[in-house]
């Protein structure tokens, strides 16, 4: 039988923000898209790109896909 306390911790590292996702909400973003929390958790490489005026900032997935803010 696990350990309850394991699972218990286990169930909260799945859930927890990335602290790449907190850092980018100290750096100016309003809100990160699902797809990047997700793709972070995944100890995927993401990168936040904040260049020109707010709305032109996004981040830059693995695979090439820009995710822009809103």
Known sequence: MPDPFLVLAAS???SAVPQADADDSMAGATSIPSEVT??????????????GRRK???????????????
């Open 12 to 14: 909260f590292a799945s």
């Open 38 to 51: 997700v793709a972070r958790r995944r100890a995927e490489q993401v990168t936040f790109v904040q260049s």
């Open 56 to 70: 032109d900032w996004y981040w830059l997935l693995p695979d090439g896909t820009k995710v822009f803010h809103q």
